[in-house]
Structure formats: structure tokens, C-alpha cells
């Protein structure tokens, strides 16, 4: 770097390439000059370099954008929109009956499917998310019944929020520790790298240990969604697209979010956006019922795209979580 080039440290290096790429987007440049710059000055200037593959990221991120003050695409640009929608693929009813199984490809039933996307929201640190979430986890890996219902036996990849520390201790109580068939990213681990590229690395993993089970736990704190970029449906959609194409893909995703203070009627009780929900399957809402219940029992409210659930009372007892009550 000369001496007009200031090096970028660590923990500005995504947050400046990201803003040097959107001046170059907003003055026209095409998304593969974007890139050729980027790489070029992390080469130079960022200190220690990002992968290529982090900036790959995010110089694809940028080039999402149409140039500022222009309603016309660059010619490059549009030649990748027209190449895009060659790929299109329109299918008939017929078709989808032939592709589609023609039973609900269960992972959890009733709440985690094979190429769909389950929420699961719950009050911080008192629903107990996490703790509900790894022990149906431990069935899963195992094949063995949750709440009285068959699992289906896959490995699982698991991105958590928490630290090591505290994790661990959650694993520990469902039985996780030791496991080769159960793979954590931890938060910490992806501090710098942008979330689409978290994301896709994190898809790719799936793919290579053959997991057919992806939990982001929270959704909120991967995808860097603080302030009013929770509550605002563009972001959270831009959020939820990685995941998506997981879904395309045939791996069954689970995302955790925490609820609102006001709390509210599932579907509606998530913090932030309405879009979390809405792009969701299967949406959960787990909580302490209400009277003179013991701490250990939680109430599940859950609204699906397929059969209707029912609400229940289920208890979490040294064996595992199991069903007391179906409520409707």
C-alpha cells in the first residue's frame, strides 16, 4: 500500500470493502470489475487479507444492486439477468405430482420437514429455545421418537449465537457431547464474514457431511439484523434468501428468533419483521404457560403450512421432553 492507501485492520475489513464496492456500483461499474478491485485491494491493503471467498461475498452482495441515478442495467449486467432467466424452470401440475413425494418428507413431525422452513420464537433466556431445540436434535441424530412422534435419522449442522462456554453446557444436557454426527459454528467463529457467505459456506457443509438438518440459532445475530433492520421486511428478506435456497435444496432449516416484549398470538409474536414469519412453513411459539404450572413445563402454539399441529403442554423431564396434553 502507498502512503495514500491507509491499510484496513481487522474488524473494518468487510464494513470497507462493502462500502468502496457500493461507490463503484453506484458510479455503474459492472459486478465482475467490482470483484477484480475488491480482491486487488484486500491483496493490498487489507491486514491480515480476507479469503476470497469472504469477498466474494461481498462484491455479490453489491453487485445485487442496480447502479444509483440509472434505471437502465449495464450491458453485463443484464446479459447475467437474461442467462438467469434461461434457468427458469415453469413446471405443470402434473409435473410437480410427479416430482413432489406425495407424503410430507417429516424430519420432526410435525414441525421439521425436509425442504422447508421452521421458526421457532420464544422469550430470551426464559422459553428455553435452545434447550428445546437441541434435545429434538438428539432424536434426530439418533432416529429415535421426540414427543411420542418417529424422527427421521440425519446428521445436523448448528449455528449458534452462544459461546463455547455456555454451549457447551447445552449440549451437554441433551447429550450432544462427543457427537461426530453433530457439527456448531459458533457466532464468534464468523465475526468479519459477511452473512451470505456464512450462509452459503454453511450450505456447503450441510451438503458434505450429508446433513439434511440446518439450525440457525438466532437468525437475527448471523445476519448482523440490529436496530430497525429487524423490523424492516427488506432486510429480513434479504435475511431469510440463503435459507431459502437451502430449503430448495432439500435440507430442512430451523431458524430461532426471540419473541417481542409485548409477546402476541403466534405468527405475530417474533421480534421485528412480519416477513420471518411469513416466508416460514411451520412457525413455533414456545412459552411458560400461564396458572400454576411447574418450571419445567412449556406451552407449544404452532401455525403450519400442512396439517394443524394443535397446541401442547409438553414437560422436560431427565429423559428428554414429552407430551402431556394435547390442547386441541
Known amino acids: 500500500a502507498t502512503q495514500f492507501e491507509k491499510s484496513i485492520p481487522k474488524g ?8 468502496l464496492g457500493g461507490v463503484m456500483r453506484s458510479r ?156 456448531v459454528l459458533l457466532w464468534a467463529d464468523t465475526m468479519g464474514t459477511p452473512w451470505p457467505s456464512v450462509a452459503e459456506a454453511t450450505i456447503e457443509k450441510c451438503k458434505r457431511n450429508g446433513a439434511r438438518l440446518l439450525v440457525v440459532d438466532t437468525l437475527a445475530q448471523f445476519a448482523g439484523l440490529v436496530g430497525d433492520t429487524e423490523n424492516n421486511a427488506g432486510d429480513a428478506l434479504k ?3 440463503p435459507l431459502q435456497r437451502a430449503a430448495a435444496e432439500g435440507i430442512a432449516v430451523v431458524i430461532v428468533r426471540h419473541e417481542r416484549k409485548a409477546g402476541g398470538q403466534v405468527g405475530d409474536s417474533g421480534r421485528g419483521s412480519s416477513a420471518f414469519a411469513g416466508a416460514a412453513d411451520v412457525v413455533i411459539s414456545l412459552r411458560r404457560p400461564e396458572g400454576n404450572q411447574p418450571r419445567n413445563v412449556r406451552q407449544i402454539q404452532s401455525v403450519s403450512r400442512f396439517d394443524d399441529p394443535g397446541d401442547l403442554l409438553i414437560e422436560l423431564t431427565d429423559h428428554g421432553y414429552r407430551s402431556l396434553v394435547l390442547l386441541r
Request: hydrophobic residues 40%; charged residues 20%.
Open 12 to 19: 473494518l475489513r468487510n464494513s470497507t470493502l462493502a462500502s
Open 28 to 183: 455503474g461499474m459492472t459486478p465482475q470489475a467490482i470483484l477484480a478491485a475488491l480482491l486487488e485491494d484486500n491483496r493490498l491493503r487489507c491486514d491480515p487479507p480476507l479469503s476470497d471467498a469472504e469477498v466474494i461475498g461481498v462484491a455479490r452482495s453489491i453487485s445485487r444492486y442496480a447502479p444509483a441515478g440509472s434505471e437502465i442495467l449495464s450491458a453485463s449486467y443484464e446479459d447475467e439477468v437474461q442467462a438467469e432467466r434461461k434457468n427458469l424452470k415453469f413446471r405443470t401440475g402434473r409435473q410437480i405430482a410427479s416430482e413432489a413425494p406425495p407424503t410430507i418428507p417429516w424430519i420432526v413431525p410435525p414441525f421439521v420437514a425436509s425442504g422447508a422452513i421452521t421458526e421457532i420464537d420464544g422469550k430470551v433466556k426464559v422459553a428455553g429455545k435452545t434447550t428445546f431445540v437441541t434435545h429434538f436434535v438428539q432424536s434426530v441424530l439418533d432416529g429415535s421418537p421426540f414427543l411420542g412422534q418417529p424422527t427421521t435419522k440425519t446428521k445436523v449442522v448448528y449455528l449458534t449465537e452462544q459461546p463455547i462456554v455456555s454451549f457447551r453446557a447445552a449440549m451437554e444436557r441433551a447429550g450432544l457431547l462427543g457427537r461426530r454426527d453433530f457439527t
Open 239 to 241: 435475511a431469510l434468501r
